[in-house]
Structures are given as structure tokens and as C-alpha cells.
């Protein structure tokens, strides 16, 4: 898929974020948040693997430790978008949470798989909630990926329908009766939200991710000039895998 990438000619600057480890900050935070454990240790050995693989192809790797690989690819994005020489910015993922760092059209989420590219009115259309709003969204709703549990009623269609006319969960009042929109169950969400708001908050800033993560490249940096064929070389060697050299059609000068 990596290669595949790289052959569009449109592709000039690439960056991969990994979760070297599971485990986050965001662990400390709450004691359910997605962990490590369960994961077939076959799969596991393949982590460092794949990062050595995606250097060795060139690109600018950023192994997560601390943070996680979103938080890099949100940090990465808003970095991109910030320089005026850059025409449009592309976080490769179809994941839920990405869509809160889409910014009209010059930051953009693309699921490759089924080649879609969605701009602001694309995850309106996806979620029913602006990009800002996302991350409220998933706290509401929940993200069962990452170990957010949600609140308990707050369902999708629910939620993006209070969230549109309200924008954040802080603003959404405590009383049903003060709610301008007509949503199904309303003095159940507002009971439960008003009950439960302390815990919404917290599933928001899980949700939320983190664009002052620390990357050491800029811009400049992110552009791709080939594999580098020593490293990849030794690499296909290491796994037994010649063909892996041979479908490289560029290589660092």
C-alpha cells in the first residue's frame, strides 16, 4: 500500500506515524483506554518491523510513544497546512477521530481503500458534526476502538443533532425543557448528560488529539526523494525477500 502511494505522481510529501507502543498519556488519564493487551505477539513483533521497513522506503517516520500516531499525524497536518507552499494536506485514514483535523478543503482525511476523500462537508455528511465537533461527538457517542465508553442514550443520530445546534457538550443545557430542538428522548440525554458531565468532559479530551505533539521535521523535510537502497537492500536480504528491491522504481541520489 506504501509503495502504491508513492507511485502517484501527485504524492511529493510523506510522513508514517506509528504507536510504537499501545499505551499513551492518555492511559494515565482513564484506567479503561484502549491497552496493549490481547494483541497475537506475531502481530506484535511486526510493530518495530514495520517502521524499519517504512524508513528504509524513504519516508519520515514517527514512532509514538508518549503520544499516539494520531496525535502525530493531527500535529503533522496542522504544521503542513500552516506553510503557504503547501496546496492541500492528506491524513491517509478513514478513523472517526481524524475527521475533527479537517479544515474545509485544505486539510483533508482520504480512505484509500475506498478511495474517498472527505473536506468539511464531507464529515458533516459522515458524522452530522463540523470537524470541531468530533471530538464531543465521540465522547457522547463513544469510540469502542479506543475505549471510550460514551454516555449511556447518547446515540449517534441523538447526538449529532444536539451537537449541530449546539457545538460543544458545555453548551448544551442542563434542563430538556431549555433545549430549542426537538430530539427523541430529550429529558433522558439531558438527565444523563447533566448527571454525567464531569465524565463527558474527560471522554473529550481522550477524544481530542494533540497538535503540540514534538516533530522534528518541517515541511522541507516530509519530502520524499526515494528509498534509501543500502537500507532497503540489507533489509530485503535480512527477510529473505528479494522482490522487495524490485519494486522500487526510485531511489534517493
Known sequence: MLLSLLRDPAVTHVGVAYDH??????????????TGEGIEPALRQQFELAEEITAALGMVVWPMIEFEADDALAAAA???AADSRVDKVFICSPDKDLSQCVRDDRIVTWDRMRDIV???AGVIERLGVPPASVPDYLALVGDSADGIPGLPRWGAKSTST???RYGTLDEIPDDAAAWDIKVRGAAGLAATLAERR???RLYRTLATL???VPLD???????WRGA????????AERLGDRNLVARIDRWRP
Open 198 to 200: 464531569d465524565d463527558a
Open 228 to 235: 534509501d537502497r543500502e537500507a532497503l537492500t540489507a533489509l
Open 21 to 34: 507502543v499501545i499505551e499513551s498519556f492518555r492511559n494515565q488519564l482513564f484506567a479503561g483506554y484502549k
Open 78 to 80: 496542522a504544521m503542513a
Open 162 to 164: 444536539v451537537l449541530s
Open 118 to 120: 472527505r473536506n468539511r
Open 217 to 223: 521535521e518541517d515541511v522541507d523535510a516530509l519530502a
Open 210 to 212: 494533540r497538535e503540540d
